[in-house]
């Protein structure tokens, strides 16, 4: 597997090797010895997460800020462009975003680490979207950072309104947003 780095150091992408002929494919989606090696983190998965939306369907930032959550996402059908955004106030990449399209043509895999927003943006006419969490999902410490935050300046590759889950509609600037440390 191909680690490429991202704008944000901690935020990796994965690019499998892909073993295909006339019946199909196969691909390693994980495999924990070279996530290690990968990203030095020693991590146990404990929740994997599975969507479908259609085009235009913007889901996030979405964040916890107990059982954060480290995520290792793709996408098996269609394509997305997927957003982290640092909310690491310690980092020098404190909200800064990365972007990346991931698609069932491209097979990247993205490791968004904890302390980070997520969201994506679907571009295809439907996408699903699959993601393991280092941590369980606990609706109660869910915090949503506001998508189009001006201070954040997020370039979503955009020509109309996203639809918007209500609770995505109200999140919070990167300013308003509870952080960690």
Known sequence: MKTISTSIPDVLLFEPKIFGDERGFFYESFNAN???????????????????????????????????????????????????VDLRRSSPTFGK???????????????????????FLVLSETAEFLYKTTDFYSPAHEQVLKWDDPSVGIAWPLNTTPALSVKDSAGLTLQEALAFE
């Open 97 to 119: 975003w990365v972007g990346q399209k991931l698609s069932s043509e491209n097979k990247r895999i993205i490791w968004i680490p904890p302390g980070f927003a997520h969201g």
């Open 34 to 84: 070279a996530f290690e090696k990968a990203t030095g983190i020693k991590t146990s998965f404990v929740q994997d997460n599975h969507s479908k939306s259609a085009k235009n369907v913007l889901r996030g930032l979405h964040y916890q800020t107990e059982y954060v959550q480290g995520k290792l996402a793709r996408v098996t059908q269609g394509e997305v462009f997927d957003v982290a």
